[in-house]
């Protein structure tokens, strides 16, 4: 609980500070899971970095690839122009969601983050907004995945 107290008041401190938005997902009226947009940077490199998490109940019905786009689409509508998704490569769920996504792979990231005390390797993949001018979930759908909303 302390823990997770901690984490709150450091994303609301990001949250006015405008580098870090978490937004929750809901299907069916159920808190189901949550996408990040963290290490938001303004200026001339106008990027950030996308996490997400779903609830196992829910995983493969299309649900992440819709929230991730939509979030996508909000940052790209905020003048964000590259989002990052970095990925441990064993993590064959979360790797397809990024290529649902149409999210270009831009390869190995070695001993890129430290998780459980160990640094471990990514692989890290990129959404431009330039590369999706008609939105990210209007493309995700053109291609048949994804929820429709």
Do not use: M
């Not at 937004?23 to 159920?30: D, K």
């Amino acid at each position: 609980a302390a823990g997770f107290s901690q984490l709150l008041r450091a994303q609301r401190s990001q949250l006015k500070a405008g580098t870090h938005l978490s937004y929750g997902v809901f299907l069916e009226g159920q808190y189901v899971g949550q996408v990040s947009l963290g290490s938001v940077v303004r200026g001339p490199f106008n990027s950030g970095f996308v996490g997400y998490w779903v609830d196992r109940a829910v995983a493969g019905r299309g649900v992440t690839p819709t929230a991730v786009a939509l979030v996508a689409d909000e940052a790209f509508a905020r003048g964000l122009h590259r989002l990052e998704i970095n990925i441990r490569p064993e993590n064959a769920a979360s790797l397809r969601v990024a290529e649902k996504l149409g999210a270009v792979r831009e390869g190995l990231r070695r001993r890129y983050l430290c998780i459980d005390g160990e640094y471990r390797d990514h692989v890290g993949y990129v959404l431009l907004a330039e590369d999706h001018p008609e939105g990210v979930l209007a493309a995700l759908q053109a291609a048949g995945g994804g929820l429709l909303i």
